[in-house]
């Protein structure tokens, strides 16, 4: 008799399986994301996920970088031990890609049609593949914008309604400010930002480009890098000191950096660390007359292989990027959705008309140029030594011209094997 109970049990169970061969038991999905600071918005949107989805949970893993994060996936891939989705960033995208790290999507993206109605579709062609292939959902955007601090502004006789769209007028007004006081500096961009941020927000600003469109070649050592990094020497004129990032950021929250150049997504970190101490005003980065702006931000990739857990993945990405999850990224950041359908969120739309601050990306949108990764294998290491040139320019040890020239040169090298 028990013999048979257990065999009619065991009968029920496997129907029950084979009834229902998509349905994933307790499931722990890992999923990292850089940079570590943005985890109330993660978690946030995970918290959604879970309600929607009670049998999945989501284990966070961070970075304080995107290289950061991007150098650990790379480690743990080698020893069988990556996470399942992992929020890169958009430059990096190719480079996981090119390894076979990141599963391709087009099987998960043709199962479900209605993402061309979600506003998703064109950011995955646009942002999200490789050649013609998918391996990212773009999950955030963000854009290279100038903070000010109106307290500042008002002592040097400018006003917020009135703030300069020219690099003249920007340097000009950060020489004013640079003189009220000893300890307050006029001027500070994030130049060391990972993957060459810092220099492709600027060169891209003056219709530049990092590679023919072969990649045939370096390209960035025309009359627009050069333009690029003589903004780092005009800034070392206008009193930028050359701090580390998180020094900067606290400097420009406790009201001795009056403008700041960064991403966009800082804006609610900033507005809640500066509080009622002063007004934070905000615009686009000056554009030359062919200049684009950077888009960057980040992308989830499917890391793992397994097809269970894959599943689980997939209804992670796709919840991510939909217009709840984007809604509510965006009021929680400086980001951009990706996913268009979310601007029409009540909620979000409220938030754009109290606070203007928050729909300067949106007007950047028209005018855009993704982030750019080298090919090959030293793709990071070329983007470093820009970066390390460009330190050098603001530290008056080389001339624009020639820190420009070596790395051109040096990328030649790295990248061309030339």
Not at 221 to 240: H, K, N, P, V
Not at 254 to 270: E, H, V
Not at 369 to 398: C, H
């Amino acid at each position: 008799m028990m013999r048979r109970l257990l065999t009619v049990a065991l009968f029920s169970l496997v129907s029950i399986v084979i009834a229902k061969p998509s349905m994933v038991y307790a499931l722990e999905l890992r999923v990292s994301y850089s940079p570590a600071n943005f985890s109330p918005m993660y978690n946030a949107v995970a918290a959604e996920f879970t309600k929607a989805y009670p049998e999945i949970t989501i284990k966070f893993e961070t970075a304080k970088s995107y290289d950061e994060l991007l150098q650990s996936t790379l480690r743990a891939h080698l020893i069988n031990d990556a996470p399942d989705v992992s929020h890169q960033g958009l430059n990096y995208i190719r480079l996981l890609a090119d390894r076979g790290l990141a599963v391709p999507l087009e099987p998960f993206i043709s199962a479900g049609p209605e993402w061309s109605q979600e506003g998703v579709a064109e950011a995955i062609r646009n942002i999200g593949s490789v050649g013609d292939k998918a391996y990212a959902v773009p999950y955030s955007l963000t854009t290279p914008v100038l903070f000010y601090n109106s307290a500042l502004l008002a002592r040097a006789g400018a006003a917020p309604a009135n703030l300069p769209d020219t690099w003249d007028g920007v340097f000009d007004l950060a020489q004013k400010i640079s003189k009220l006081e000893p300890n307050v500096s006029g001027f500070y961009m994030e130049y060391n930002a990972n993957g060459a941020w810092g220099f492709e927000t600027l060169l891209f600003a003056h219709g530049g480009r990092m590679m023919t469109k072969g990649e045939d070649d370096i390209a960035f050592g025309e009359r627009q890098g050069l333009a690029a990094m003589a903004i780092l020497a005009r800034a070392a004129d206008s009193g930028m000191i050359d701090l580390s990032r998180d020094n900067a950021r606290q400097s420009f929250v406790g009201g001795k950096i009056g403008i700041y150049l960064t991403s966009s997504s800082l804006l609610a970190d900033f507005e809640q660390k500066i509080g009622q101490h002063f007004v934070l005003a905000m615009t686009p980065v000056p554009l030359a007359h062919d200049g684009k702006t950077l888009a960057a931000g980040n992308g989830m990739t499917m890391l793992t292989k397994d097809p269970a857990r894959q599943e689980a993945a997939w209804k992670y990405i796709k919840f991510a990027a939909s217009p709840r999850a984007q809604a509510i990224m965006a009021a929680m950041t400086g980001y951009t959705p990706i996913n268009t359908a979310a601007l029409s969120d009540p909620q979000l739309q409220k938030l754009y008309r109290e606070k203007p601050n928050y729909t300067v990306p949106l007007r950047q949108l028209g005018n855009l140029m993704a982030w750019y990764a080298f090919p090959g294998e030293n793709s990071t290491k070329a983007a470093a030594m820009i970066v390390d040139k460009m330190q050098l320019v603001l530290g008056r040890k080389l001339s624009a011209q020639a820190a420009l020239e070596d790395a051109a040169k040096e990328a030649r090298k790295l990248i061309l094997k030339k």
